[in-house]
């Protein structure tokens, strides 16, 4: 059951990341900024919904046990908040779970992005995901929720290179 309690701090979080995307979509928004590739946004919200859900069934219904691989599982997690939080920071209010572009956005030149372009999906999502699943012990879930997942956060990878390229980097770039 400790998985449980592991599970409800990373919803914890994530409620409170979420809350953030929210106030600075608004603040987007309300200054004449747009939302790009809200099917695929829909899709991931959805995927990261029913990963979770399922995930929590799976350890429920095979009874799992916080052992090694549960504890890699929290490792896993642990790192991918540190970098949501890094990630948050770094973007300020331009970092929203949805593709938004503000008004007069601009390309954050920082090193974590000319190492890693999207280090949201890989130093977050990725991990976050392989985190649970391990935490749950979550083998069918994985198997069968995150093909579709990889799916969709590469359509959203493309779908933010196009708009870094044609739309942001034509407002300039802010050295961090």
């Not at 749950?136 to 590469?154: E, K």
Request: charged fraction near 15%; proline fraction near 2%; charge should be positive.
């Amino acid at each position: 059951m400790d998985y449980i309690w592991s599970n409800g701090h990373s919803v914890y979080y994530s409620f409170d990341f979420l809350k953030l995307s929210i106030e600075n979509e608004k603040e987007i928004l309300a200054k004449g900024g747009k939302e790009y590739g809200a099917q695929v946004s829909k899709i991931i919200t959805i995927l990261h919904i029913l990963f979770y859900f399922f995930c929590l069934i799976e350890a429920l219904l095979t009874k799992g046990s916080l052992d090694f691989i549960g504890i890699l599982g929290l490792v896993f997690m642990v790192f991918s908040i540190g970098m949501l939080y890094m990630v948050t920071q770094i973007l300020g209010k331009i970092w929203t779970v949805k593709l938004m572009v503000a008004n007069n956005h601009q390309y954050i030149d920082h090193w974590i992005f000319r190492i890693i372009k999207h280090p949201n999906y890989f130093l977050n999502i990725a991990p976050e995901l392989i985190g649970i699943a391990l935490l749950c012990h979550a083998r069918y879930t994985s198997s069968l929720i995150l093909p579709f997942y990889v799916i969709a956060i590469y359509l959203r990878i493309r779908q933010e290179n196009y708009l870094i390229k044609n739309v942001i980097l034509l407002n300039g770039i802010y050295k961090k």
